[in-house]
């Protein structure tokens, strides 16, 4: 025992910077040993290349574009960079140099993954849950997913959030929807991080953020809303679409009458907006120093520019990240159905929460395997979906009781103190 806390000590206390290097240098030999010894998987790599060459052959009406996997239902984003790989890959034959390329994003995703971590001080023994990923890597490097490139927009516009780079952020992240609507899943923590973040006419400039993330899609689509915007909405942004039972890797558990039945949609949409209503009340808004009623009143009865700033300054790289992956853990449990490739987006949010979350070391290391064993079966089973949801609630819970001592003892907007939630005492 005596061993292990002072290896957790020297673990807590290595230089991240250069650690994280030396995971990353382990990372690139390991991605290249992937490539050149896992056969390449098709699943929809042919069915993206088809869609891409008949938007390349002048076809703009979404309604009509498709592949061998089906219609087209990604937005415009998605479109856009495949045709870049197209035109690179040798209209999608040469898999090895597109392969090549997507070790690239995985390795650059990393580093940012880890130099959000690293703003949010979280220590080095938690960075190799960030490569160990067998499906992570097969998303990457064996698969091809576009989700791969969501993730990247999603963690650079968590970054530059990090960062206070507001505009930017907001412009990646509207980038990042833009790729998959996946993402959107995000979208409260966003909306909450600006609206604490700043500090003169904070609700104003809010609202402009989020028009111009609004405007961002605009461009994007505006080649196809020209010839069709319904079609390109109805399939960019279907939010009314069927999943089928036999692709779930989360709520095979429930059986095929429950997961397809309109109740078992409606209890999972009124659990998700419960969530979030219960993060914002009681943590997303916490460095206002303010209960819900009081900080909704502020939208029409500003504070001081002082406070204002006071509150913006709360929101430090810290509370940016914990919130965004906390939305992102809160859509992905409620999600009707998650695939494969979702986990891109779990993978590298899960080591911060459970981090956060105020666990032992070890069983973060043992929640993280098993829920690694989880993802990792195929097709999914009764008990391989129940681990992965159990998963996903020790996440969304762990996180709000590990958080419940934030900003506890700070002084609020009107000089109170804020009290501690009775289960952190």
Not at 63 to 78: D, S
Request: charge should be positive; hydrophobic fraction near 50%; aromatic fraction near 16%.
């Amino acid at each position: 025992m005596d061993f292990y806390r002072r290896a957790l000590a020297l673990a807590s206390t290595t230089q991240t910077k250069r650690f994280s290097l030396l995971l990353l240098t382990a990372d690139f030999i390991l991605c290249g040993l992937i490539i050149w010894k896992v056969p390449y998987t098709e699943i929809d790599w042919v069915a993206y290349m088809q869609q891409v060459k008949q938007y390349l052959d002048g076809e703009y009406d979404y309604a009509v574009i498709k592949g061998n996997t089906g219609p087209l239902v990604y937005p415009a984003a998605h479109l856009y960079i495949y045709s870049l790989l197209y035109r690179v890959t040798d209209g999608g034959n040469d898999i090895l140099v597109a392969q090549i390329i997507f070790a690239g994003l995985y390795l650059g995703v990393l580093s940012l993954v880890m130099a959000c971590y690293r703003m949010a001080q979280v220590p080095a023994y938690i960075f190799p849950l960030l490569i160990l990923s067998k499906r992570l890597h097969s998303i990457f490097l064996l698969r091809l997913f576009n989700d791969c490139f969501a993730v990247g927009a999603l963690f650079l516009a968590v970054y530059a959030y990090q960062r206070r780079i507001w505009i930017v952020g907001s412009m990646t992240y509207s980038w990042a929807v833009g790729t998959k609507m996946s993402v959107l899943l995000a979208a409260p923590a966003v909306f909450s991080i600006l609206l604490l973040s700043l500090p003169l006419r904070r609700v104003l400039n809010a609202v402009v953020l989020v028009v111009l993330m609004v405007h961002v899609q605009l461009i994007i689509a505006l080649p196809f809303l020209r010839v069709n915007a319904y079609g390109y909405i109805g399939r960019a942004f279907e939010f009314t679409r069927q999943f089928l039972f036999e692709w779930t890797v989360n709520w095979r558990f429930v059986g095929a009458e429950a997961f397809l039945s309109r109740g078992f949609s409606l209890f999972l949409a009124i659990t998700n907006l419960s969530l979030l209503l219960l993060f914002f009340a009681t943590r997303w808004i916490r460095p206002s120093g303010l209960a819900l009623p009081a900080f909704l009143l502020t939208i029409f009865q500003p504070l001081s520019s002082q406070k204002q700033k006071d509150t913006s300054l709360r929101v430090t790289p810290s509370f940016v990240l914990t919130t965004m992956l906390s939305s992102l853990s809160i859509g992905m449990l409620c999600a009707r159905s998650l695939h494969y490739q979702f986990f891109a987006y779990i993978a590298w949010s899960t080591p911060y929460l459970l981090w956060r979350s105020r666990m032992n070391p070890l069983a973060i290391y043992a929640i993280w395997a098993v829920q690694e064993w989880a993802w990792n079966v195929y097709p999914s089973t009764k008990i391989s979906s129940m681990v992965v949801v159990g998963c996903l609630s020790v996440q969304v819970s762990g996180i709000w009781w590990g958080t419940g001592k934030d900003f506890a003892g700070m002084k609020n907007a009107v000089g109170q103190e804020i009290k501690k939630h009775e289960h952190t005492d």
